[in-house]
């Protein structure tokens, strides 16, 4: 058996010459129009590129905020808990004790102030299901119809958004 070698063909071997085609009027609007959407394409994926970038980055802010917002209420409250864990390790029958707790109360109400959450709901208002949670009804002819009788658990809110809805006891 004898082996055959192959000569590699060159370009110029294989190329047959091409004729040169006159571009007509459409080939040049057909070009033209082909590089133009190649531009758009490339402008349309840069767009939806820019777009992913920009909601990523936005996430990662909102997370960033939200983070600085949370440090920055436990860093308030801190000192409360300070104060707890000395009340927890005090006399519990000495005025101090009492004074001590008290006094957390009214750190506990400055920050909350502070932050601008407000309370809802007190006795003698009008129950509205938007703030409050009906938990008990009570017959009393002294107070008129859905008034809230008593305060089970205090309800909060900042500007319009309820924090927690108050559980109530509410006339018929």
Do not use: C, W
């Not at 909350?112 to 509205?128: H, M, Q, R, S, W």
Request: hydrophobic share 40%.
């Amino acid at each position: 058996m004898s082996e055959e070698t192959k000569i590699p063909e060159t370009e110029e071997t294989t190329e047959t010459p091409k004729k040169e085609k006159k571009k007509t009027k459409k080939d040049v609007e057909l070009e033209t129009l082909r590089a133009e959407l190649r531009t758009k394409n490339d402008q349309l994926m840069r767009t939806a590129a820019e777009f992913d970038n920009f909601k990523k980055r936005t996430e990662r802010e909102r997370a960033s905020v939200a983070e600085f917002a949370k440090a920055s209420l436990i860093k308030q409250l801190l000192p409360i808990l300070d104060n707890i864990d000395r009340a927890a390790a005090a006399d519990k029958e000495s005025a101090d004790y009492i004074k001590g707790i008290e006094m957390i109360v009214k750190q506990f109400e400055a920050i909350v102030a502070n932050l601008n959450i407000e309370e809802i709901a007190k006795e003698g208002d009008t129950f509205d299901p938007n703030f409050h949670e009906a938990v008990m009804h009570v017959e009393d002819e002294t107070l008129g119809e859905n008034v809230i009788a008593q305060v089970l658990q205090k309800g909060y809110k900042i500007g319009d958004t309820v924090i927690r809805a108050a559980m109530v006891k509410v006339a018929n």
